[in-house]
């Protein structure tokens, strides 16, 4: 017989996660030590300047383990669907390997406790990350030996139809975040193969006799929201039982972009049109923001000279064209072009779409429009808040009133700081080209952010983005 543990599953699940964030403070630490065996005792990486002590290095040994935990929990590299092997926590753990190790750096530069090697720091930062993965792969294998010996499976019962239960089912089997046994569905008989990895066992009715019968532990009940009213007579019916039930509410319909539930002043609550960005991926996207544009604003110095000049002598005028374009959350801002019409150029026919061929572009102005050059600016923009590196390309307030009742989910764009370049961009959804894909594209790259997402399209950028047939 297995062996039982008198413990709840989620004070279980606790200690495993406080057991990898312990875990991981301990990887940390190793790799720490390691990366200056490696970098200061072999023969691998040439020492130029004598070893350091080694004591300068151990006294960063404990703000290294706060920093680490510390970031890693407020990206939350510990939920359930991230803590275990896999996809998603190394993406996870790729984001917090690195906003950790730029933050440790930024902690050596301000208390100047002495110039560490930028080798050993590297070394640190790579073997880090590969330490952590490799921890949680040790971990998982640690949690399917306790979850298969140590919990009972948890008793669930499915009571309802659709999409959604569907979807959910498929989810929770394929990360399997805890033991669990389906003990079957009850609902319409029409739908009973739409989930055919669970047994059906009969029309809702049956649910008071099947939760006591088969000593369910926990209910799941979702139904289309063309049916909500069994939502109430199946709470009142299982309201005196023991199992806990779990409501999922289909309300995809009324929501255009994503929604939450939560609690304010005790009252549970919905909130739609929530962007998927949580504040800690918000301030590792704005700190990539800021390290990003401040590097290319200080290589491409002598570039932006160059450019300058090339405008100024095209025609009278500032060599920078500012344009009010809406940002996240509707602010309006001024975003900064390398001028390539004359200054009057809309004075007749006032905000006009871009299009191929415009006569009223000068020569130089064709040709940073064509290479994309013109918008170099905007990396101002980045550094004082308005932009980002990456995300959806800002648009003319005028525009923005004309599409936002015409293009379904045009608004929902605005959640997120506007892109120099984006996921739309490096597919060539830019210029004259259809919007309603333009969107669809922005609003993938908000559901779906991650670093390594942002990184890629950095990556693509120069290769599809900056020359392309639709930049003009």
């Not at 330490?131 to 298969?148: K, Y």
């Not at 199946?234 to 929604?259: C, M, Q, R, V």
């Not at 809406?326 to 809309?346: N, Q």
């Amino acid at each position: 017989m297995m062996l039982r543990v008198f413990m709840q599953l989620g004070q279980i699940f606790f200690l495993f996660t406080v057991a990898t964030k312990l875990v991981d403070i301990g990887i940390v630490v190793a790799v720490w030590w390691l990366s200056w065996y490696l970098r200061f005792t072999t023969n691998v990486f040439p020492v130029a300047n004598g070893v350091p002590p080694i004591d300068i290095y151990s006294s960063v040994t404990l703000p290294l383990a706060l920093i680490f935990s510390a970031v890693l929990h407020v990206i939350g590299a510990y939920r359930a669907d991230r803590i275990k092997f896999g996809f998603r926590a190394a993406k996870k753990v790729f984001e917090g390997a690195v906003l950790s190790t730029l933050v440790l750096v930024s902690y050596l530069y301000f208390t100047e406790i002495t110039r560490f090697s930028r080798i050993y720091l590297l070394i640190f930062g790579v073997l880090g990350f590969l330490g952590l993965i490799l921890g949680r792969f040790f971990m998982q294998l640690a949690w399917f030996f306790i979850s298969r010996r140590l919990i009972s499976p948890l008793k669930v019962l499915l009571i309802g139809y659709g999409e959604l239960l569907k979807y959910y089912l498929h989810e929770f089997e394929s990360l399997k975040p805890y033991p669990i046994h389906w003990v079957g569905r009850l609902g319409p008989q029409a739908s009973a193969l739409e989930m055919e990895t669970v047994p059906y066992l009969g029309e809702d009715n049956l649910a008071l006799s099947t939760v006591r019968s088969k000593r369910v532990d926990k209910v799941i009940i979702s139904f289309p929201s063309k049916d909500p009213s069994r939502y109430e007579t199946l709470l009142k019916l299982l309201s005196h039982e023991l199992a806990s039930i779990k409501i999922i509410p289909d309300f995809g319909k009324f929501s255009t972009f994503t929604y939450q539930a939560g609690h304010e002043i005790g009252i549970p609550v919905l909130e739609f049109n929530v962007s998927p960005m949580d504040g800690s991926d918000r301030a590792l996207k704005r700190l990539i923001d800021i390290v990003g544009s401040i590097s290319f604003l200080i290589l491409f110095a002598p570039l932006y000279g160059m450019i300058a000049l090339l405008v100024r002598l095209s025609s009278p005028g500032p060599v920078i064209y500012s344009q009010k374009r809406m940002g996240a959350d509707g602010k309006i801002f001024s975003m900064y072009k390398f001028r390539s019409m004359p200054l009057d150029a809309e004075k007749q026919t006032g905000a006009v779409w871009a299009i191929k061929n415009d006569g009223r572009v000068t020569k130089i102005g064709g040709f940073l429009r064509r290479t994309s050059l013109d918008e170099l600016p905007q990396f101002f923009n980045v550094l004082k808040g308005d932009m980002s590196l990456v995300g959806p390309r800002p648009e003319r307030p005028v525009f923005v009133e004309q599409f936002r009742d015409q293009v379904p989910r045009y608004m929902l764009r605005h959640k997120v700081r506007s892109g120099i370049t984006g996921w739309a961009q490096i597919h060539g959804w830019r210029g004259n080209t259809c919007l309603e894909e333009r969107i669809n594209h922005d609003l993938f790259y908000i559901q779906n952010w991650s670093l390594l997402l942002d990184l890629k399209i950095l990556i693509l950028t120069p290769l599809r983005g900056f020359i392309h047939p639709n930049a003009y």
